[in-house]
């Protein structure tokens, strides 16, 4: 089987404008979030979606949105991009609400705003 | 609110063991995981425990928890070169309420594995 994968992985945009980052999470995973890892640091929880609604949300500005599709893919959305909104973006699936069994993480989108 | 501890760096030689510490913040139940990370390359997760646990073992890979002190270690027996990486304790919420979801990270322990 598949893991998660994510697409594209590398990403050079440029300040002010908008980037769209996408997931397809493992077969019969309905779980998925999303956490930016900055360079030096652990990864920061975006957002979490189950069965195609927002179950929770880290402390990120409104810039941030996502959405979560019927086959479970899920799209990650950055408006007005900042110099410090570059990142590894790491999408991550789990087949239970919480993840209480931890989650498999895909291999990341680095996107790099110039 | 939550925050996990981890020191950055540590340097062993091939061979020997390894022990990667972690500390957490209160939580009543909550699961414990330790996920490495090459260079380049997402999150993998080697295992997790929880709470109500004092010692979980998988092949060379040894975790303990001391609720009292609120302190989480990762043993690495036999360490390879191959071990090279960042490591990162994270803790969720049990349940399937707010905060089960979401995984708490600390900032990663930089491991080197001298031949």
């Known amino acids: 089987d598949a893991g998660v994968t994510q697409s594209p992985t590398h990403l050079i945009k440029t300040r002010g404008q908008q980037v769209t980052l996408r997931c397809s999470p493992i077969s019969g995973h309905k779980s998925v979030s999303w956490y930016q890892q900055v360079l030096g640091q652990g990864p920061q929880f975006i957002f979490q979606?189950?069965?195609?609604?927002?179950?929770g949300r880290g402390n990120f500005p409104d810039r941030f949105s996502a959405r979560q599709f019927p086959n479970y893919s899920s799209e990650l959305n950055v408006n007005a991009l900042l110099l410090g909104d570059s990142a590894l973006y790491l999408c991550?699936?789990?087949?239970?609400?919480?993840?209480?069994?931890?989650?498999?993480f895909g291999s990341g989108t680095r996107l790099t705003v110039v | 609110g939550e925050d996990v501890e981890q020191s950055l760096f540590l340097s062993v030689r091939e061979g020997d063991s390894s022990v990667i510490n972690c500390t957490y913040t209160d939580s009543s139940s909550t699961y414990l995981y330790w996920y490495k990370q090459e260079p380049g390359a997402g999150l993998q997760l080697l295992t997790y425990i929880f709470s109500n646990m004092d010692m979980k073992q998988d092949q060379r890979l040894t975790v303990l928890l001391n609720k009292k002190d609120k302190h989480l270690s990762l043993r690495i027996a036999d360490t390879q070169t191959g071990d090279s990486a960042i490591y990162f304790c994270a803790e969720t919420l049990g349940g399937s309420g707010a905060g089960s979801y979401q995984l708490t990270f600390g900032k990663g322990t930089k491991l080197s594995v001298i031949p």
């Open positions: 991550a699936s789990s087949n239970l609400k919480g993840g209480n069994y931890g989650y498999t």
């Open positions: 979606y189950y069965e195609k609604e927002e179950r």
